[in-house]
């Protein structure tokens, strides 16, 4: 029997998703092994809709809950890719990689928007999370860009992005 944490929405509910997928491949002889692992495929599944607003922004719309969650996405993608199981929501994360991106100034800060805490996300850590975007999509010059700290790919020429879903700009 599990308890999930509700609301489904709630990043944390994404973490226990991510447990069970993992459980069910380190696991496979177990007898739930099979039931566990196709629950959380369409639970990873349902979490991409509920995660994400249609523009890519977290629904927290919160930089460190955005990079979590999209960081939580990476590794199930990374965890399932590893284990030669199948995965279908690669392209889904590339709208909240661009927007980490976006809202990224050029000396590498952020805005302390709602519960950022934007003094933790330092360059390191930024370039770090680009570096694990472009081993996702390494064809994207503009995400070459940021995690070489501008020394590979193609500078972002846009100065301004909309994601007017959210409302951010």
């Not at 996405?73 to 199981?85: M, R, T, V």
Request: one cysteine or more; proline letters at 4%; hydrophobic letters at 35%.
């Amino acid at each position: 029997r599990r308890t999930w944490y509700l609301p489904e929405n709630a990043n944390i509910y994404l973490a226990q998703v991510q447990a069970l997928v993992e459980s069910a491949i380190y696991f496979p002889e177990f007898n739930l092994g099979k039931e566990w692992f196709e629950e959380g495929a369409a639970k990873t599944s349902r979490q991409l809709d509920l995660q994400f607003n249609p523009d890519g922004v977290q629904n927290e719309c919160d930089m460190g809950y955005h990079q979590g969650v999209l960081g939580s996405f990476i590794s199930i993608y990374d965890f399932i890719k590893a284990n030669d199981k199948i995965s279908e929501y690669k392209q889904r994360l590339k709208s909240a990689c661009h927007f980490m991106m976006d809202l990224v100034y050029p000396e590498y800060k952020l805005e302390n928007f709602n519960d950022s805490r934007s003094s933790r996300q330092t360059k390191n850590t930024l370039l770090k999370s680009f570096k694990t975007y472009v081993e996702l999509f390494p064809d994207d010059e503009k995400l070459q860009w940021m995690a070489s700290d501008g020394k590979s790919g193609a500078k972002p020429s846009e100065k301004v992005q909309m994601y007017t879903y959210t409302g951010w700009y």
